[in-house]
């Protein structure tokens, strides 16, 4: 129920990223209404993801840190999500890298979790190998640090009034620029070392 109700709330949320663009207020609040109404049936699914795990036999491999990783990212992304529904909110952090760090929290951070997560489950059987769980758990690791190292200090800057699509800022913004740009070359790291465990496995690890 949850699923369906986020798909049909999905459809009218829209209008939350129109706040700034002279839309009226009546107009305003239905969508901050809205928007806030979809983070019901959001927070039951990641209470539902919890509760799956309650007194289950958790083994700490690839796959599940990176489903554990999703619902941290996901989380996060939804949280600051309800800050940008409020309007008055909205009005300062619009278009801020606030915006473009909650996008790639949501969007990036927990589609690509989501997706190794199924990936690393599955490969055994789409490949028939076996890959190296320890490289992929390393992996995992760098790219859950180099994605929050990414996005977080994103949200500071935003909050600072930082706008997006600048390529000069000011000095005060430097540091947290150079972390983001030290996350993303470990993302990219994180990356590599999967499309290289998976390569070997196909080579050299023994059968599934």
């Known amino acids: 129920l949850s699923s369906v109700a986020i798909a049909i709330l999905g459809f009218l949320v829209w209008g939350h990223h129109m706040f700034v663009s002279g839309q009226s207020v009546l107009a305003g609040t239905i969508f901050s209404a809205i928007t806030f109404l979809i983070a019901i049936p ?3 699914k990641i209470f539902n993801w919890l509760a799956t795990m309650y007194k289950g036999r958790i083994f700490l491999d690839t796959p599940m840190l990176y489903a554990l990783a999703f619902l941290w990212v996901f989380t996060i992304g939804g949280v600051t999500g309800m800050y940008l529904s409020v309007m008055s909110t ?9 915006v473009v ?4 929290y949501v969007m990036m951070g927990g589609a690509i979790t989501a997706f190794f997560a199924g990936l690393h489950y599955w490969w055994p059987k789409l490949s028939g190998r076996m890959y190296d769980e320890k490289m992929g758990r390393i992996s995992t690791v760098i790219v859950f640090l180099g994605l929050n ?6 949200f500071i800057m935003g909050s600072h009034g930082m706008p997006r699509r600048y390529y000069n800022y000011l000095e005060e913004f430097t540091i947290y620029h150079q972390l983001s740009t030290v996350g993303a070359y470990m993302m990219g790291l994180g990356f590599l070392l999967t ?5 070997r496995s196909l080579r050299k690890k023994p059968d599934a």
């Open 101 to 104: 760090a909650h996008f790639h």
């Open 149 to 154: 190292l990414t996005f977080f200090p994103q």
């Open 195 to 199: 499309a290289i465990n998976f390569f």
């Open 42 to 44: 959001t927070a039951i």
């Open 90 to 98: 909205d009005v300062h952090l619009h278009d801020t890298y606030f």
